[in-house]
Each structure stands twice: as C-alpha cells, then as structure tokens.
C-alpha cells in the first residue's frame, strides 16, 4: 500500500527495520546485478536502433553509434584533505556520441558507499540512524536525438541504504513539440508498471513527476511528464524491487517504439533550431533543480558521469 510518505513527497517517519548483515549484503548485490543487466538490454536496443534508420535520412552516411564503457572509481575524486575523505565504490559509463540516430546517450550505473558530509546528511532519511554511512546504486539513462521528431527521455531508478533502505526512480518523456499519442503511450506503459503492484501508485507518482519536472524560473514543464518516485518502502522488500523492475522493463518497451514511430521522419532547419532552444531549458533544470545532479557531486561522483545528462548542443534565445 502507498505509505503516507510519498502522498505528502517527504520520507515517512516510520520506515521498515534493515535486514540482518548478509541478507542486507544479498539485496545490495542483486539490485545492482539488475541495473547492469538492465543497461545492458537498453544499450543492445539502442545500438540496434542506429543501424535501422533509413538511408534518404540525414546523418544515415554515418556509422551506426556504438556505446564507449568507461569505469570510474569513486575513490579517485575524494579529497585528501576533506574531513569525509572514505569514499569506496565506483561505476561505469555507458556513451553514445554522434550516432545516426541518437546524437547523445548515456546510460550510466553505479554502486557507490562511504559517510555523508555533516552538513548533507541532514537532508537524507536515515542518516542519522547510520551516523551518515550510507549505500547506494542506480542506473541513470539521458537521450538527446538528432531528430527533433523523435522525444529525448529521461529515466532512472535507484537504491538507497542509510539506517533505512528504499526504492526510487522514475522516467519522463521530452518532446519538442507533443504528440499526444506518443505521451498517451509513455504514461500507458509506466501506469501498467505501477498498476501491478498497487494500483494507487500511478495517479500519485504522476502527479510527483508533473511537479518535480517543472522549470520554476521559467513557469513551465520540462516535457510531458511521466513519473517520478523515491521512499518505496512498503514493507515488502521483494515486491517493492520488482516494481523497480517493472519500471525499468516498461521503459525498455515503450521507448524504442516512439523512436521507431518517428525517426524516419524529416524535419526543417526552423526544427532544428527550437530543438536546440527546448535542451537549453533541459539543460537548466539539471543544473539548477535536479535532485540527482546535486547527490552525485556532494557525495563525490564522477563529475564526468553525474553531468552526462548534458546535452551536446543547445541555445539559449
């Protein structure tokens, strides 16, 4: 059932107690496993996508994109002489650039650990049960299109370990201009996801994504919405990573096939040039607003891999 936490968007005060030390170990180690196969499918369908597109279109001369793996250690951005140096864990990048299809894609994982600066801990649940240790793992995935028919997209999900554990994520879809079948199908597939496990989760993680992917300082919405969720606990560990699952699985089919529905479509130069002014406010809302921007660079993630959501070319009017 939905806990009062997320009607309200705050962690609820009262939270499931952590699991004995290895089965906590177990649960770690199989959510990760899940994001990497995850990234796994998701690239192999992306990279299947780069060599389908026709060749009238634009860009079709090229080389189907292949992503380029790049690991990082965590390790390797601590600061020696900070008073929260211990940090332990890493990730891999995932990157796409200058492909047929997809202009920039990263599909990145992680599994990072360590203590939570002072000052930061205080923002996070459970911290303070854990004097500021904490775990977490995800897969973050940003796609920016040549196309301006074809939406970019959004999506994570993640894990999180403090003095209490939960389930977080989410996915939106980013039109240059709406097509509202493409927005019926996006929100159709994440619904069906949620539906599964409670049928109360959709309208509430709708409503939380419609909210949080809102540019304040321009009065309007990033795109055209999806979902977006964080303290999934509900009591049931098993249940609540198989709606991760599901989330994942629900974007790996939808998306493809808006891609496929739109990429072999031509545009105009005016095209072009309002797709590049709709990443600019893209652009603005991870560096201003995003939540998990601002997690990897305080708690010493790869600035090369927390800022990969970037996209490669944008304007401002």
């Avoid at 079709?60 to 292949?66: F, I, K, N, V, Y």
């Avoid at 891999?92 to 930061?120: A, D, Y």
């Avoid at 999934?232 to 790996?252: H, M, N, P, R, Y």
Wanted: charged content about 25%; glycine content about 10%.
């Amino acid at each position: 059932m939905v806990n009062t936490g997320m009607k309200d968007r705050k962690a609820p005060e009262t939270a499931s107690p952590l699991p004995e030390a290895a089965e906590l170990e177990q649960r770690k180690t199989r959510a990760k496993d899940w994001f990497r196969s995850l990234r796994d499918q998701i690239c192999a369908e992306f990279e299947a996508i780069e060599t389908e597109l026709d060749p009238t279109q634009p860009h079709a001369d090229l080389e189907p994109g292949r992503f380029e793996r790049k690991s990082w250690d965590r390790a390797d951005h601590a600061d020696a002489d900070s008073a929260n140096p211990d940090l332990g864990g890493g990730g891999e990048m995932s990157i796409l650039r200058e492909g047929r299809v997809f202009e920039k894609v990263g599909v990145n994982i992680s599994g990072v650990h360590g203590h939570f600066s002072p000052q930061f801990a205080k923002e996070i649940p459970g911290a303070d049960i854990s004097k500021g240790q904490f775990w977490a793992a995800g897969i973050s995935l940003v796609a920016h299109m040549r196309s301006p028919k074809v939406p970019a997209v959004h999506m994570n999900t993640r894990m999180i370990v403090t003095g209490r554990s939960w389930f977080g994520g989410g996915g939106d879809l980013n039109p240059m201009v709406e097509v509202p079948q493409d927005t019926a199908d996006f929100h159709a597939a994440f619904k069906a996801a949620c539906d599964a496990h409670d049928p109360a989760y959709h309208p509430i993680f709708k409503d939380w994504c419609d909210d949080y992917f809102f540019i304040k300082h321009r009065g309007q919405a990033r795109g055209v919405g999806g979902i977006f969720y964080d303290y999934i606990d509900s009591g049931d560990w098993e249940d609540d990573f198989a709606l991760t699952q599901d989330v994942g699985k629900a974007f790996l089919d939808i998306y493809p096939k808006l891609v496929r529905r739109h990429m072999q479509e031509g545009w105009s130069d005016a095209e072009r040039e309002w797709q590049l002014v709709k990443r600019g406010l893209y652009a603005e809302f991870n560096l201003v607003y995003d939540r998990g921007t601002r997690f990897g660079l305080m708690t010493g993630g790869n600035p090369e891999a927390v800022l990969m959501s970037l996209p490669p070319e944008c304007k401002w009017p």
